[in-house]
């Protein structure tokens, strides 16, 4: 489940409270007093057996007798009772419940039989163990909370109560509202994923902050944070970044951590903010309540004080941010109202007896400015100002530039100093004016605003398309790992797998296998060849890292010292492991590029996210280096380079003194490539190529090793552990059209941008109207982007391709609704090309996709004149019925039978 009954914890129209009580002190007292207190217009029930009423409420003996079905149920009961009460909630038409009662876990029984309880009424149960919810908006207050948040438009999600109790104490003193807030506690239900489902589309939120020890269903944690932040800006502080703090996190939860590493990648994938300590998540809320983000972040930095200036400067540029370049307008029009010595350069320092009318006219220039897209304000205390008067002149500076422009230029501003500024600190935060207490906090806070739309232009980045022999042979790898598998093995032996590698089109150095030490000679004698000097390393199956048994011998340069090194090894190996079977060495040509560089490549799988990429520094010293990165399979050329950057080793990538730059293509192309693995091969639990040699000639795999698990054998691709789904390949088909020609019907990808504009210049704009529902000329490269980037969890798209030309001729789409059940769908063939039987190809295919990927309905919505849709409906079996809510344009549902549609492959099966 994910949104489904959860307006009824969010949004109820009643409320009861189960464990009620009198009690001073007591948890069921406390939530009740809150109830009270709150501004909440429903009803609010208590049930309690031992009370007949409480401070002049009436007090039902169980909820049974309630007069009615409560929307929402607070339950501060023992835990013994907890499940039963569920079924009895459930039974009465209640559908949703928050569990503040603890000691409700797996290990006596007592969560599961909630859960049973709940799951044939679909009742929602936030918690358990968890500190309450809030609905400020409607004035509830379902907590044990010593204060009451206030409204505002700020949502909070957070796995402590401790965190949500100390937010709501610092956000009260500031002037800071909320939208929702929820506990989420132990998370037996409803979690942050399904949490995030429903805030992306409330509208009483713009942002949302985040606190998480976990993540639980890594997959539909992705699909709702991609969904959600597309929308609005969502910052996050993850708890458990070390070990230690991992572990404590576990205790608090009782759930698995994951590896913090894994947890950054997956937030950097869904255009997550990430931030570290509490204090920077003070500074997100208290910058996203009272501004809205912006595209471009070039800083006018204004102070009463060169000092103060010069080091928030300093910060800014810490932080990556950019100073505005002053207009020579704007500079003139300074001249006029400052002293002669002001700095006639940004930072603009007005000189330390600023009055009033100094910040005013700042400001003002500033605003006019159009090399100026943010404002930074910077006051020092000094006898020769009133910090009180400047902040009144700020605020009105800033309340009549709103009034002119609706969308104006955010303003942050820092007072520093203590007691004697607190007054105009409090006047601005009253305001709505941002405050930070230091210039480094407010530095910081611009980020916010920028990194955002960042983290988006990021996402929809169209990636470079791959060659055209980007092949791979998915058999081949996979009968390598059951021949394996059948001996009995979970590791495959070193040439193994450089030859599964090498299915996949990753490049590997020539392998030769000895099977003992005479037969080392004559390989030797082979590669010296054409190999200055060769490598021989122990070949075993019990045996994975030979480096630490002595089991690698470098730089040989004749047959004699191969095979010397080759008896020394089986010496070595007999006094370490000597119950190792030992079934011969590998020979291979000493490999040296100039200018080369040793990496590592892997393939990891994470508890939570499933499988991972890893990349970095490589060679013997690998974990002493501790130079690398981990991404979230799958991957494109963008992300795999994106990958790379984030290492220190991508700088000596680049190219230095006489050094060349590395061959990045290539290397994209090899995490590309190991990315296809995870995908097509759901049974590799490890994979490491270490080192990639990688120079501006090439790359090449000198060394690999490959992990796998037997019982996933039999499982093919995609593979369904991956957080994020890859491209369903299984679902590309040709077909013929009622004139006897063929088009290819295959699902969208992102690197189909370059088709869109061709298709959308051969559109007229009636045809335009007809598929956006309002007159349009043309489309944005925007629009294209966000048509073009798909979570194939939730989004689908078919085009149809000239299979001579490589035209696209029309585009079938939906998009689902967070609990998968219906989706709307959206065609448009190209006007040229209509009459010929496409629209109707693709449609078939898009029903048939839908019904095979679990949804019970598709939908549409059209426009009364586009007759041909509606006829097109009418005879796929789509029924159309006006809607109210559409203003008079056409309904259009068809109720699709799942597993009903012959020989169509499951996308949830084949596509992870």
Same mark, same amino acid.
């Given at each position: #489940?994910?949104?489904?009954? $959860? %307006?009824?914890? $969010? /949004?109820?129209?009643? =409320? /009861?409270?189960?464990? /009620?009580?009198?009690?001073?002190?007591?948890?069921?007292?406390?939530?009740?007093?809150?109830?009270?207190?709150?501004?909440?217009?429903?009803?609010?029930w208590l049930v309690n057996p031992k009370y007949g009423e409480i401070d002049g409420l009436t007090c039902h003996s169980s909820v049974a007798d309630l007069p009615e079905a409560p929307d929402l149920a607070v339950i501060a009961t023992p835990p013994q009772i907890v499940p039963s009460l569920i079924g009895e909630l459930g039974e009465r038409g209640t559908r949703a419940a928050v569990v503040l009662t603890a000691g409700i876990d797996e290990d006596n029984g007592l969560r599961q039989a909630m859960l049973d309880a709940a799951r044939p009424h679909t009742l929602r149960i936030v918690g358990p163990n968890c500190f309450g919810l809030f609905a400020p908006h409607i004035g509830l207050n379902a907590s044990f909370s010593h204060l009451a948040p206030k409204p505002g438009r700020l949502a909070l999600l957070s796995q402590s109560g401790a965190i949500i109790a100390s937010i709501i104490d610092w956000a009260g003193d500031r002037s800071i509202g909320f939208s929702s807030i929820v506990s989420l506690g132990n998370m037996a239900d409803v979690d942050v994923g399904d949490c995030l489902n429903y805030l992306a589309t409330d509208r009483h939120t713009s942002a949302i902050l985040m606190y998480l020890e976990t993540v639980p269903h890594g997959e539909k944690f992705m699909a709702a944070a991609r969904a959600a932040s597309r929308a609005k800006p969502i910052v996050v502080v993850k708890a458990g970044r070390h070990e230690a703090a991992a572990k404590a996190a576990a205790t608090h939860t009782g759930a698995l951590a994951g590896a913090d590493a894994v947890a950054e990648a997956a937030f950097r994938r869904a255009g997550l903010l990430r931030v570290t300590a509490l204090e920077e998540f003070f500074?997100?809320?208290?910058?996203?309540?009272? +501004?809205?983000?912006?595209?471009?972040?070039? !800083?006018?930095?204004?102070?009463?004080?060169?000092g103060a200036g010069v080091l928030a400067v300093d910060q800014l540029m810490d932080e990556g941010g950019k100073l505005a370049e002053l207009s020579p307008e704007t500079i003139e029009r300074l001249d006029a109202v400052m002293p002669a010595t002001w700095s006639r350069t940004n930072p603009v320092d007005m000189i330390g007896d600023a009055p009033p009318e100094r910040y005013t006219a700042a400001l003002e220039a500033a605003f006019a400015d159009r090399n100026v897209d943010a404002l930074l304000v910077l006051s020092c205390p000094t006898a020769l100002a009133s910090a009180d008067g400047a902040a009144d002149a700020l605020i009105s500076a800033v309340k009549a530039e709103?009034?002119?422009?609706?969308?104006?230029?955010?303003?942050?501003?820092?007072?520093?100093?203590?007691?004697?500024?607190?007054?105009?600190?409090?006047r #601005?935060?009253?305001?709505?004016?941002?405050?930070?207490d230091t210039p480094s906090d407010a530095t910081r806070s611009l980020g916010y605003l920028t990194d955002w739309h960042k983290a988006q232009a990021l996402l929809l980045r169209t990636p470079p398309s791959l060659p055209e022999d980007f092949t791979w042979d998915v058999e081949a790898a996979r009968e390598i790992i059951a021949k394996a598998a059948a001996e009995g093995r979970t590791v495959l032996t070193e040439p193994e797998a450089k030859e599964a590698l090498a299915a996949f089109g990753i490049p590997?150095?020539?392998?030769?296998?000895?099977?003992?030490?005479?037969?080392?000679?004559?390989?030797?004698?082979?590669?010296?060849?054409?190999?200055?000097?060769?490598? !021989?390393?122990?070949?075993?199956?019990?045996?994975?890292?030979?480096?630490? =048994?002595?089991?690698?011998?470098?730089? +040989?340069?004749?047959?004699? %010292?191969? =095979?010397?090194?080759?008896?020394? #090894?089986?010496?070595?190996?007999?006094r370490s492991h000597p119950e190792a079977r030992l079934d011969g060495f590998t020979v291979q040509p000493m490999i040296r590029l100039k200018g080369s560089h040793e990496l590592i490549v892997g393939i990891g799988e994470d508890p939570l996210f499933g499988p991972t990429i890893v990349f970095g520094a490589g060679g013997t010293a690998v974990e002493v280096i501790a130079d690398s990165a981990i991404g979230l399979p799958p991957l494109d050329r963008n992300l795999a380079r994106d990958l790379i950057d984030q290492t220190r080793i991508s700088r000596l990538l680049e190219g230095y003194r006489d050094i060349k730059a590395a061959d990045m293509a290539a290397l994209e192309l090899v995490l590309v490539r190991l990315s296809q693995m995870a995908v097509d091969c759901p049974c590799i639990t490890a994979l490491d190529i270490n080192p990639l040699l990688a120079s501006a000639d090439g790359v090449l795999a000198l060394d690999a090793r490959i992990a796998f698990d037997p019982a996933r054998i039999a499982e093919k691709g995609p593979n369904r552990r991956m957080a994020i789904r890859p491209y369903p390949s299984g679902w590309e088909t040709t077909t013929t059209l009622p004139d006897g020609s063929e088009v290819l019907l295959r699902p969208l990808m992102p690197t189909d941008v370059h088709l869109y504009p061709d298709f959308v210049s051969r559109q007229s704009a009636e045809d335009l109207r007809m598929r956006f529902l309002a007159p349009m000329k043309t489309l944005t490269e925007e629009m294209i982007a966000r048509l073009t980037q798909l979570d194939y969890a939730r989004d689908m798209a078919f085009l149809a391709i000239d299979p001579k030309t490589g035209e696209m001729l029309g585009v079938s789409r939906f998009s689902a609704d967070p609990d998968h059940i219906e989706a709307e769908y959206a065609v448009t063939v190209r006007t040229d090309m209509q009459g010929r039987g496409i629209g109707w190809a693709l449609m078939r295919q898009l029903i048939q996709y839908s019904a095979a990927d679990g949804l019970e309905r598709l939908y549409g919505i059209v426009l009364p004149d586009n007759h041909t849709m509606l006829s097109m409906c009418r005879e796929l079996g789509f029924v159309a019925v006006s809607s109210p809510e559409a203003d008079g344009l056409r309904h259009v549902v068809i109720h699709l039978k799942q597993g009903s549609v012959d020989d169509a492959p499951s996308p949830r099966r084949a596509a992870g």
């Open positions: #489940m994910t949104i489904l009954n $959860l %307006e009824k914890a $969010l /949004a109820p129209t009643s =409320v /009861a409270l189960i464990g /009620a009580t009198p009690k001073p002190g007591s948890l069921g007292a406390k939530v009740l007093a809150n109830l009270r207190e709150s501004s909440f217009k429903g009803p609010i500074d997100a809320a208290e910058t996203l309540t009272r +501004l809205k983000p912006i595209k471009s972040g070039r !800083v006018a930095v204004i102070t009463n004080g060169g709103r009034a002119r422009h609706p969308y104006s230029k955010p303003v942050l501003t820092c007072w520093l100093g203590g007691a004697t500024v607190g007054d105009a600190r409090d #601005m935060r009253q305001a709505g004016v941002a405050t930070f590997i150095v020539r392998t030769l296998i000895a099977e003992d030490a005479d037969a080392v000679e004559e390989k030797a004698r082979e590669l010296l060849k054409t190999s200055a000097n060769v490598v !021989v390393k122990l070949l075993s199956r019990d045996i994975t890292h030979k480096s630490d =048994v002595g089991g690698v011998a470098l730089n +040989l340069a004749s047959p004699e %010292e191969a =095979v010397a090194a080759a008896r020394k #090894m089986v010496q070595l190996a007999g």
